[in-house]
């Protein structure tokens, strides 16, 4: 009876598929040659990483496979150069370690297919990572194309098929320069920082110059001395009114004047005395704040670390998953926004046309705005968009619950800082009221923001609306004063750089990952400060290779590697014009190292052992006492660096500490017992105003005591 019902099933099983098959046979019949050939044919897409295989898969049909490479599989040799530099620099590429079971499988994926998609990154690194995954799958060139996309979404997924080419070898020839470059600056120069310094440090091209910026930037600090100045408010009350109203002290000519000392200020008081005030003037005025752009890869990073805290790498690795895909229900995977490396402002018309329709609906047809991307002098690297949700109908507020709370963030940001772009600007009202006594100008002011625009859905912190009222004044009112109020403040440093054209977006991160992880810079509440092991590498690059600190060159080279990528320039003359002089840089700095060289620094420490004096090392965390009888005796001992200072509070040597971070102070050697510490340099001189203790401040010195301000110049000692 089994038997039979098994043979029964059997029948019926090839009964069905004998009927389906013919079927698919006369539908096949019914197409054309070349779409039969599509309809039966395997495809094999290969991306970096398993999160977009994933996300990528759904789009696609059943006939196409979808792996991740896990990134590159092909560089340079980590054990030597992998420059023939007598080959005319000819790179040699090995098989990355841990590579080779990824490389098997697609090389059976790849016997499979008919044709192989190579989808990684729209820039130079993913152009490369396709480049040698030809190479290291020993592609045909018929079998193989190259498809990119801005965003992860079914329709430009499926366009980049359309739209496959070959791969682009300019694009590769850039990375490949620059891939070069740096690898000859690292492998030639940080040898010179093991034998100066310490084994384990290295050099780089773009990492040197950052480093050099953030000592140029603490030296600055450092040398900047607070300037004294007063500010002067009145509290004036209008005629028949209760209510008083601050109007701060402008000087007494068409512009603002500071007040520098307390007896000009006490003058000023004394000659406005109890006298009434006039109103002089009364300007009104509307403003309209323009809309920011969206966000390219460095503003992002920037917003990203004001507003949310966070570190650049941090925010880089978040943006990634976003666009790479990310579960949402009844949805799948699927990339929340575009490309993230990108220097690039300019929005696809149909992302600027769905975001102003979406605006319209939600907010109304007065808040679309008209807004143009900017085009700056520098070089552009437009082949992408600025960074923007993929889908403007998936609003943060329907993502909340769906997104990890840094996820939700990040996305947050950039989807309402894009949908901010494409808005009205805002306008404000404004109001100014300059009030006289004696010559002397006083200034109040209010600003009311009559319409919201863009700031309905991002905020910028330089825009604070001024709350003060000023109604019912009149030019001629008569006010008289309540109150002079005088406050004591301290000016702040200068503004932030701007752009020197270093790196390029994919750099910005890494580069500031790498610096932090050889503890050349450490971060302590956003702000990066120098360590020790940082500024003795700066000094020794600086003094020996002023051109590749030199910001201007890396500039330059960064220029030079736009032209190869636009097949302007063939990629080994730039070598071959950079490499002479970088290795003449380093004989003469080999032959300078070996004479400035000093053995180690004998310290006034006896070995507690063996009762040598002991010498001065330096190690991972800095420098160390050792005994120099070494490897009979290993007696260790923490250094002291004594500066020759006493301590103001109980007498004691002054010494150089290190904070956990590695960022350096001054303390007292008797802590914990005394708590003296300053971040500036203590002087062994008397402040002769105040008679309290200075600091050195460049080539000043400054009294300690934040009410004193005394400064006077600074004796050069004879080792400066």
């Known amino acids: 009876m089994k038997t039979g019902s098994g043979a029964f099933f059997?029948?019926?099983?090839?009964?069905?598929?004998?009927?389906?098959?013919?079927?698919?046979?006369?539908?096949?019949?019914?197409?054309?040659?070349?779409?039969?050939?599509?309809?039966?044919?395997?495809?094999?897409?290969?991306?970096?990483?398993?999160?977009?295989?994933?996300?990528?898969?759904?789009?696609?049909?059943?006939?196409?496979?979808?792996?991740?490479?896990?990134?590159?599989?092909?560089?340079?040799?980590?054990?030597?150069?992998?420059?023939?530099?007598?080959?005319?620099?000819?790179?040699k590429y090995i098989t990355i370690r841990g590579k080779g079971d990824i490389l098997a499988q697609l090389r059976k994926e790849v016997k499979k297919a008919d044709k192989v998609y190579l989808a990684t990154d729209p820039d130079r690194e993913g152009e490369a990572i396709s480049y040698h995954l030809s190479k290291a799958l020993k592609l045909d060139d018929k079998k193989y194309k190259r498809i990119t996309f801005n965003e992860i979404t079914k329709n430009a997924v499926k366009n980049s098929i359309k739209q496959a080419r070959d791969i682009d070898m300019a694009l590769v020839d850039a990375q490949q320069a620059r891939r070069v470059?740096?690898?000859?600056?690292?492998?030639?120069?940080?040898?010179?920082?093991?034998?100066?310094?310490?084994?384990?440090?290295?050099?780089?091209?773009?990492?040197?110059?950052?480093?050099?910026?953030?000592?140029?930037?603490?030296?600055?600090?450092?040398?900047?001395?607070?300037?004294?100045?007063?500010?002067?408010?009145?509290?004036?009350?209008?005629?028949?009114a209760k209510r008083s109203i601050e109007f701060k002290y402008m000087g007494n000519g068409s512009d603002k004047e500071e007040i520098s000392s307390r007896a000009e200020l006490d003058h000023i008081i004394e000659t406005i005395g109890k006298q009434s005030f006039q109103i002089a003037s009364i300007k009104d005025s509307e403003r309209h704040k323009k809309a920011p752009l969206p966000f390219t890869t460095s503003t992002l990073q920037q917003e990203a670390?004001?507003?949310?805290?966070?570190?650049?790498?941090?925010?880089?690795?978040?943006?990634?998953?976003?666009?790479?895909?990310?579960?949402?229900?009844?949805?799948?995977?699927?990339?929340?926004?575009?490309?993230?490396?990108?220097?690039?402002?300019?929005?696809?018309?149909?992302?600027?046309?769905?975001?102003?329709?979406?605006?319209?609906?939600?907010?109304?047809?007065?808040?679309?705005?008209?807004a143009k991307d900017v085009k700056t002098g520098k070089k552009i690297q437009d082949a992408h968009e600025a960074i923007r949700p993929t889908n403007v109908?998936?609003?943060?507020?329907?993502?909340?619950?769906?997104?990890?709370?840094?996820?939700?963030?990040?996305?947050?940001?950039?989807?309402?800082?894009?949908?901010?772009?494409?808005?009205?600007?805002?306008?404000?009202?404004?109001?100014?009221?300059?009030?006289?006594?004696?010559?002397?100008?006083?200034?109040?002011?209010?600003?009311?923001?009559?319409?919201?625009?863009?700031?309905?859905?991002?905020?910028?912190?330089?825009?604070?609306?001024?709350?003060?009222?000023?109604?019912?004044?009149?030019?001629?009112t008569t006010l008289t004063c309540a109150e002079l109020e005088a406050h004591y403040t301290e000016a702040l440093l200068v503004k932030t750089m701007e752009e020197l054209g270093i790196g390029r977006p994919s750099t910005y991160a890494s580069t500031i990952t790498t610096i932090l992880n050889r503890r050349y810079v450490i971060r302590e509440n956003k702000n990066l400060y120098v360590t020790e092991l940082g500024a003795a590498v700066n000094k020794m690059m600086s003094d020996a290779f002023p051109a590749i600190v030199d910001t201007e060159f890396t500039a330059n080279i960064e220029s030079l590697l736009d032209s190869i990528e636009e097949g302007k320039l063939e990629w080994k003359v730039v070598i071959r014009n950079f490499y002479p002089d970088l290795a003449e840089s380093v004989e003469k700095a080999k032959e300078s190292l070996e004479s400035v060289k000093i053995a180690d620094e004998v310290s006034d420490v006896p070995c507690d052992q063996c009762g040598r004096m002991m010498v001065v090392k330096y190690g991972p965390h800095g420098k160390f006492l050792a005994c120099p009888g070494f490897p009979e005796c290993r007696n260790t001992k923490t250094y002291y660096e004594k500066i020759g200072v006493a301590c103001p509070k109980?007498?004691?040597?002054?010494?150089?500490?290190?904070?956990?971070?590695?960022?350096?102070?001054?303390?007292?050697?008797?802590?914990?017992?005394?708590?003296?510490?300053?971040?500036?340099?203590?002087?062994?001189?008397?402040?002769?105003?105040?008679?309290?203790?200075?600091?050195?401040?460049?080539?000043?010195?400054?009294?300690?005591?934040e009410t004193c301000g005394y400064t006077c110049e600074r004796e050069k000692k004879e080792n400066e």
Not at 327 to 344: A, F, N, V
Not at 676 to 683: E, H, I, R
């Open 393 to 476: 109908e998936l609003s943060p507020v329907k993502l909340k619950e769906q997104l990890p709370r840094d996820q939700f963030r990040l996305y947050q940001l950039i989807y309402n800082r894009f949908l901010a772009s494409r808005m009205a600007p805002a306008v404000y009202e404004n109001k100014t009221v300059y009030a006289t006594a004696e010559e002397h100008k006083f200034k109040a002011s209010t600003s009311k923001v009559v319409f919201d625009g863009f700031m309905s859905v991002y905020s910028l912190d330089e825009e604070k609306e001024e709350k003060t009222r000023l109604t019912g004044l009149e030019k001629g």
């Open 10 to 91: 059997q029948k019926i099983v090839i009964k069905y598929s004998l009927a389906w098959q013919g079927k698919m046979v006369y539908s096949l019949c019914r197409l054309n040659e070349q779409e039969r050939k599509e309809y039966m044919a395997k495809y094999l897409v290969i991306v970096e990483s398993p999160a977009k295989a994933k996300t990528i898969k759904k789009f696609l049909g059943s006939n196409y496979e979808v792996i991740a490479s896990n990134g590159h599989v092909r560089d340079l040799p980590k054990s030597q150069m992998g420059i023939d530099v007598d080959n005319d620099f000819e790179p």
């Open 650 to 705: 109980c007498g004691k040597d002054i010494i150089l500490r290190k904070t956990k971070k590695g960022r350096l102070y001054y303390g007292c050697i008797g802590y914990p017992d005394c708590d003296f510490m300053s971040w500036s340099k203590p002087s062994d001189k008397k402040c002769p105003k105040c008679g309290g203790y200075m600091v050195e401040k460049g080539n000043k010195l400054l009294c300690a005591s």
């Open 305 to 370: 670390g004001k507003k949310l805290n966070f570190a650049t790498n941090k925010t880089m690795r978040i943006a990634q998953q976003l666009y790479e895909g990310v579960e949402i229900k009844g949805m799948g995977s699927i990339g929340l926004i575009t490309y993230l490396r990108t220097d690039s402002t300019r929005i696809s018309e149909e992302a600027d046309k769905n975001a102003k329709e979406y605006i319209a609906h939600q907010f109304g047809e007065n808040y679309v705005g008209e």
């Open 181 to 240: 470059l740096d690898r000859l600056v690292g492998y030639k120069i940080s040898p010179l920082l093991w034998a100066k310094i310490k084994r384990g440090l290295s050099a780089g091209r773009v990492q040197s110059v950052a480093l050099k910026l953030i000592c140029d930037r603490e030296k600055e600090i450092n040398e900047f001395i607070p300037k004294e100045y007063w500010t002067l408010s009145a509290m004036l009350v209008p005629e028949k």
